[in-house]
């Protein structure tokens, strides 16, 4: 019908018509920059830029102590430390999979940081060993989930490395399907919001993760109930092997925010102190019945997407190479200690040598613990009738 | 005894229950103020307000979702799925997350939500309004699966549901909703999940059934018992875990069993009891398993025509009765 | 950790945090007038006052002609006269159900008459019986597939009115559960694409539907691979008995295009001119290849959600009134033409008395087709093995 | 003829086809540069470019319904879920909507899509990479479900399903992917679905199988021969439709039947087996139909341990062939 009518047309209807724009209209400018600069493979130094833009802010602002900089910096070295220490356990062949976290402990250490223990909830995604240890999970508990051990608190043996969960640290069980888990924190939001708990349920993924049903599903729920949750979006840029132009159109996962009509925020997950920031503020929001916080942490992934991954099929090395160079929040952060006068190297190698007396105890322990027993296997599907399902399984095992 | 329909036991039971327990909270589309499309919820916002009667966003992953992780964090919630054939957008969060959640922490969680959802057809629902999808759920470890028809037993079995720390599955047949009237106790009881009950009892052949096929069944025995064929139908209430003791004990009885469900015939639950009844009760049997069951098309069309051949009735029963009876 | 410390940080710290508009950026003024005079139940005087802002165009700048602007006017009044009479047929009890597209013709009229019929798709949702029409889904087709008759086109009584998908259309069979049709349009932009025709997609559905998750999804793949897709996402501020503030917490759904960095429309969906005006701008970004589009037309649902509901229970029956009385789209834009000329009274009583004499035809038709056979029940599962399916389903039914 | 693995068989496959046929695009998770993450797709993005092997984004619902949607606009989409325990995010596609296109169109429409997914367990994959999915699917009228671990039999159902008008899943065990190798023809070939294949004669008693669980059969059975106990191997290949003429043609000529496979038991299609056996061959049984399958848990652990203990091996099989062999 207007087949032909069309182009004619089109110039005046375009003048009245209401067009979004395409961008983030407080990250715009910067994310106009970023554009401009981003290169299609390998090193893309923009990635960051967005976020750095900020003005630093100092610690003593963040109500931070010298002390609370070394704990910060001791739970983001540790989790490294373990998280090398897995690489070689798996490049020796005694374990059969990692997942890392190398590369995005500042954003993980600087959310749960921020939160308060035993009261605050997390659903927190494979990566987040940083938000792990910080909450509490011990060494021993981390390097008995990598081999699979009996006594790992996780998920005894059960799942894979990097499928978190301890009751006693308000960390629900979490699983492989992606996204699931945000949803999971909505609803302990809510519940939070209708037992009258000023408490705050954090929640991770992935970049690539906000592609998901589910996710949108989280952030709407909510969103729309005001819900004292916060959404962490660790933005390293891959999705496995798929760059983030191929999970979404626009530059930054915040500008989320506004289909949910909550605020977006950028933040440079290389800077802990900057991720602490944002954090606190989300915090706030959540506790004062505001709703939730959407996050967005720009990261590197400083490994392959897990032991079984071939990044050199789809990544150049030297992008890494530069990135672990350039801003290594570790790295970044011990910088900023020393310039600050916060952290000496005696002080440093302190942290370091326990770190490495718990790595190295931790691997000794969980290198022998023990593994579980064959008949595990039928037990705590649910909490009645177990019994019944170990007989009747042998039976149908025709054993 | 005052007698009830199926959905005031159903909206009774709740309230009774949401009464007491003000962990219990309901989410669900349109289940505050409308009382849910059928009227299931119908008063329990005005007693109850909007903080425990949440009408959600229309999305079903995220209403199932947000309930596992409400009962991560002290309550207990009922969810209502506005039909059952809606309930496939939350597949996923059902199979992957809550009927794993003890298992893969190691015990270390629970998951005690309920899933309460509409099923069946007989009301011109057609192909999305009258699925019967619990033999997917009856499939899945971790998950408990009730279905029933019956007012008296529903009141009992979500009860005990609610109060299970596992996640429960609750199918109301929705014909039955304003069609089956039983004597229902005011007070609370439980009933437990995984015991089926004989309806009605008899020794030519067992029928092995559920939700409103249990209805037809014994309106086919009425007419059959004339003939002296003596039909012992057996209710089972519970798909997961099924009460394997009962099926054993009515086909040892009886020797014959008919299998009657609603669902389609291939991979539905028929096919699961005929298989036990084959390798547990071999000895026993005088005759094939046989099974009655929807026919395999993707669901009843909107015509009356197609709902009227597509479910079983108690005539089709009754044939299916006198054919195994005289074999 | 952070508990003591996080209210003299939050000052500060809230400074530096990049916090998204809450609004839309172009839509934001607008918006926030409306937020200020929206009640939260009864008549919604603003609803519309956001499309409404806009210049009005004329037709001429858009292209059309007299002639068009009496089919355009046909194919709404058709659609509302087919609704009306089904209504009729209900209440005689002659039929089982009706889901009406009554005030929201404008906006699907608008859309549809933007189309190129046999090489455009259209998914539209089940109020959209305005597209149909203007597709060229017959009266008579309509009539039959709200009586369940065998002869009817979508679906041969097999499934619920509403549920449109007729081939010749180029408008696949849709179903029940919301927002599965928008995947399938971006995936039917996708074939578009890849085979490098200049075809679009259009995919319509409720508010209350974009909370789903395939939603989501349907916009970030149709986003990220620049596709041929129009969203059209009429607002009628209702999901069957849930308020828009109920589905989601910002008051405009064309800013969730934000999300996926594409172009968000407001129309006005009872000015079909100013629906059309935006559809033609979106066709002609989609056949250039400049990716989808989202359309929120803002309109009323002038009937309860279905013949099955009872809106009394949670609606003010004043707003439908007033609505009605103000805001028709039929009306509104009868009124236009005869300001501009461009209508006469004969002419409308002409176009009335044919649309009735066609309604009468249909419904006539309609109730003494014919209705399907039993055996069909088992036709059509696959392409192949009908026979087999027919054979054992008898068998299993005991017959 | 060369002899190929059963990855090399499924990348031939594509291959091949894509080769010959433009409307053939392949679409999923990492499926391009990378090559997939199990490298099922290796090599075929440098042939076939971009835009015929399609990196999407991370989003199941969203593959297969834009899938469903490319083929009503002239394409023939072949979707990869990159594990098919992440299959369940796209339940709601692809029960409700690929499977009832033609139905609810009334033959207006069809959806010639295939989902091709890895499916079983053995790679320490736990709780998440481990799953078999197929009996939900099998359970949907509208739907053709394929099973294999055999190179040869993959490449021929592979091709009838790009070509079958309906949606058809194929599940590929990954374990097999580099265990099982065989002779493959490097010509093109059809082989029918629904149609199972006697891979191993015997008239002792007769394995009812498919996937991976098919050579654990073969392998007992040579083993089982030397104490003159001759089974009958049946692989079913395609679990919907079943090939229940084959079914019935090996029970009736052995009398004795055990069904194995490696989903959890409880509602899995051997209980379909089971029961169609039971109904049809009744006269034909010399013993009860048995059933060896997964346990009743919701998937195999991470550690070795629970791995080792939660499959069926070529002994468990052996001794449940003996037990009944001796009944
Ligand atoms: C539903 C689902 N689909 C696919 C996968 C496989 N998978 C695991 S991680 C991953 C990529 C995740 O990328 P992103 O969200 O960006 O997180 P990152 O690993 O980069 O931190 C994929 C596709 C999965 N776990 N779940
Ligand atoms: C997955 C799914 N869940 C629930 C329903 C039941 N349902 C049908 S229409 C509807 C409300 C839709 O509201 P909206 O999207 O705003 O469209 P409107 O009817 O207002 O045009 C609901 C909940 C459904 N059809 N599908
Ligand atoms: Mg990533
Ligand atoms: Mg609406």
Known sequence: MASTKEKEAADSAAQGVQVSAEIHPIAGEEAARADAASSENGYDAEHHAIANTKPKVHYTDLGLTPDDLHKMYYFMLLARSLDERMWLLNRQGKIAFVISCQGQEGAQVGLAYALQPGKDFACPYYRDLGIMVTLGQTPRDVMLSVFGRAENTDSGGRQMPGHFGIRKLNVPTGSSPIATQNVHAAGIALAFKLR?????????????????????????????????????????RYAISEPQEKQMKIRNVADRAVAYGCPGVIVDGNDILDVYRASIEAVRRARAGEGPTLIEAKVNRFTPHSSDDDDKRYRDPNEVKMARAQQDPVTLFRDLMMSEGVLTEEKEQEIRDGIKRQVDDATEYALTAADPKPEDLYTYVYADHTEATVESQYESLGE | MPTKLLIEAVRETMHQLMAKDDRIILMGEDVGKLGGVLRTTDGL??????????????????????????????????????????????????????????YRSNNDWNCPIVIRAPYGGGIHGALYHSQSPEAFFAHVPGLKVVATASPKDLKG??????????????????????????DVPDEEYDIPLGKAEVKREGDSLSIITYGIMTYHALTAAEKLAADDINVEVLDLRTLRPLDTEAIYATVQKTGKVLIVHEDNLTGGIGGEIAALVAQHCFSYLDGPVVRLCGPDVPAMGFNHVFEGEFLISPERIEAAVRKLAAY
């Open chain 2, 157 to 182: 079995l979500l009860r005990t549901a609610v109060y299970d720390p596992d996640p429960v599955m609750v199918f109301e047949h929705k014909k039955a909703y304003r069609l089956i009237k039983e």
């Open chain 1, 196 to 236: 009258g708990i000023d408490g705050v349920a954090i929640t991770s993924i992935g970049e690539g993760g906000t592609s998901q049903g589910d996710w949108h599903e989280a952030m709407n729920f909510a969103a729309t109930m005001d819900l004292p949750m916060i959404m962490m979006v660790e933005n390293n």
């Open chain 2, 45 to 102: 916002w005005k007693d109850f307000g909007d903080k425990r009667v949440i009408d959600t966003p229309l999305a079903e992953s995220s209403i199932v979702g947000a309930a596992i992780g409400a009962s991560f964090n002290g309550l207990l919630p009922i969810v209502e799925i506005q039909f059952s054939d809606f309930i496939m957008p939350a597949f996923n969060e059902i199979v992957s997350e809550a009927a794993r959640i003890r």
